[in-house]
């Protein structure tokens, strides 16, 4: 059992950075690897980074490589994603969530929504222009 509570969404201008947080109750986060997904009104959830269990391993969507870092502590059961030069278009509710799939962890494996079970409820980030 896995529960992931998110927090440090806001509203940021343009340029700007935040930290989102990602709390996991129980035992077990440390034997997940983990994302953030995003999903901005009226569109589809899209994948935005992602972790090994380790920390070892990391991976992004294109449009957030160079500003976005994802990192975790598991002596603390926490999941981060550092966002730096926030714009615009990163306008939406950020949900981490654990790697449940049976398919080895990937580049290509982590960034598909269905390979995740547990997932937050997700915070709110608003960049204004």
């Known amino acids: 059992q896995v529960q992931l509570v998110e927090s440090g969404g806001g509203v940021v201008q343009a340029g700007d950075s935040l930290r989102l947080s990602c709390a996991a109750s129980?035992?077990?986060?440390?034997?997940?690897?983990m994302g953030w997904f995003r999903q901005a009104a009226g569109k589809e959830r899209e994948f935005v980074a992602a972790?090994?269990?380790?920390?070892?391993?990391?991976y992004y969507r294109d449009s957030v490589k160079g500003r976005f870092a994802i990192s975790r502590d598991n002596a603390k059961n926490t999941l981060y994603l550092q966002m730096n030069k926030l714009e615009p278009e990163d306008t939406a509710v950020y949900s981490c969530a654990a790697y449940t799939s049976r398919s080895t962890f990937s580049t290509t494996t982590s960034g598909a929504p269905d390979a995740y079970d547990y997932w937050g409820q997700g915070t709110h980030v608003t960049v204004s222009s």
């Open positions: 972790i090994s269990w380790g920390g070892g391993s990391t």
């Open positions: 129980g035992r077990t986060f440390s034997m997940y690897a």
